[in-house]
Structure formats: C-alpha cells, structure tokens
C-alpha cells in the first residue's frame, strides 16, 4: 500500500528541487528577453539576461555573434535589473537551504516540526519574490519596448512560481498529517 504522507512528500521535494533547478538556469542564461531587428536583408537579434546581452547579425549568409556583460541600463530597468538580480540570487540560495533543512527534518535528524513549516514558507516566499520581480521586469521593458518577446529565462521562472507554492503548501500538508 502506498503511503500518502511519503508519497506526498517526496512530490514536495521533487517540484522544490526542480525550482531550484528552474531558478539557476533562468538566472544563467540570457534569454529573459529577445528583440529583432530586420531591414534590406540583414537582421539583428539582441537576446539579454541579467548579467549579459548578446548580439547575433546575420545579412546573406555570413552571421556572427557578440556578448558582453552589462551594469549600466537605462532608468527603471536598471532598478528592474537589479532588483532581478537580488530576487534570484536570494531565491536560490533560500530554497536550497530550505531543502536541506526539509531533508533532516523529515529524515528525523533534526526533529522539529517548526523547521519544516519555516522551510516551506521559505520555499513559498522565494515563489512569490520571484513572481514579483518578473512580473515588474516584464512590465518595465514592455513600456520601453513594446515589441519586445520573452524567451525561455521568463518562461522557466513562471513556471517556477507555482511549482514553488505547490511544492511549499505540499510539506506544510504532509507536516501536518499524523503518522499511520
């Protein structure tokens, strides 16, 4: 027979691990946001993250591409920008430190059920930290861009978020179901 609290539990620490991972490889790559340019047979594609921009030309058939990291933007992006930075950082650090203490929680080594409820919350806060700063960053750069896209960075990080809810609200559950 299955038992619920474990199986439960082990989706908990499944959808908070794959946040993370969501978390660092949304942080890492440089593909938040896109914009194409196209004239006389000749485009330029800028795709940037939050540490670096990258430039792709192509006109006929010779293309090439340039990347260089960036700290200076322009205005509210820049707040934007850093704030991004923060929000991610933190989040990353914040979830792992809260999977391991989730881990020795439910394992019993440290055996409090105050530690597990402060882990999940944390996981559950870094979800909406995040929610909030992309939705800030998406905003702020459609004002200044209206044409502008959002490549698989963004996509990572909302697809996060309810991960992050979810896998948090699954271990205040499981944390509050008595042992069978």
Not at 19 to 40: D, G
Not at 59 to 68: A, D, I, K, R, Y
Not at 137 to 156: H, M, R, T, W
């Amino acid at each position: 027979m299955v038992d619920t609290k474990k199986a439960l539990m082990l989706l908990a620490f499944g959808l908070s691990t794959l946040t993370v991972l969501f978390y660092i490889t949304s942080t890492a790559t440089t593909y938040w946001a896109t914009y194409k340019i196209e004239e006389s047979g000749a485009s330029v594609e800028i795709h940037a993250g939050l540490w670096t921009a990258c430039l792709v030309g192509r006109q006929g058939g010779v293309s090439g591409e340039l990347c260089g990291s960036y700290d200076k933007t322009a205005g509210k992006v820049e707040a934007v920008l850093y704030f991004n930075r923060f929000t991610t950082i933190t989040s990353i650090l914040v979830v792992v430190g809260a999977l391991v203490v989730a881990v020795l929680s439910y394992l019993k080594i440290v055996d409090l059920k105050v530690l597990m409820y402060a882990a999940a919350g944390s996981i559950i806060a870094s979800g909406i930290l995040i929610f909030i700063g992309t939705m800030w960053y998406v905003g702020e750069l459609k004002n200044e861009l209206s044409d502008i896209a959002f490549g698989y960075s963004i996509i990572l990080l909302w697809l996060a978020f309810p991960m992050a809810i979810i896998g948090g609200s699954l271990m205040i559950v499981t944390s509050r179901m008595t042992d069978e």
